[in-house]
């Protein structure tokens, strides 16, 4: 029973980083371009917006994602 468990949640698990990943690898391109240029310029203004949309969907992941991380470590055998 304990192997299906672990399955269940390791499956959860890369299910969560399935939907991070490409959210997280966003919200980094976006600082890249909040890093290299001006304030003034359009990129910026959208990387800005775009970084706020991953943080804000980003933070609810988390969540879930700490949640996975916690459930599958508490079924690895000791």
């Given at each position: ?46 990387a ?19 949640d ?11």
């Amino acid at each position: 029973m304990t192997q299906a468990i672990s399955q269940s949640s390791l499956t959860r698990l890369k299910r969560y980083l399935a939907e991070y990943r490409p959210r997280l690898e966003k919200a980094i391109t976006a600082i890249q371009t909040l890093e290299a240029s001006d304030s003034d310029d359009e990129e910026f203004s959208q990387a800005l917006a775009d970084l706020h949309v991953c943080a804000t969907v980003l933070e609810s992941y988390s969540e879930g994602m700490v949640d996975a991380i916690d459930r599958f470590t508490e079924e690895l055998p000791d």
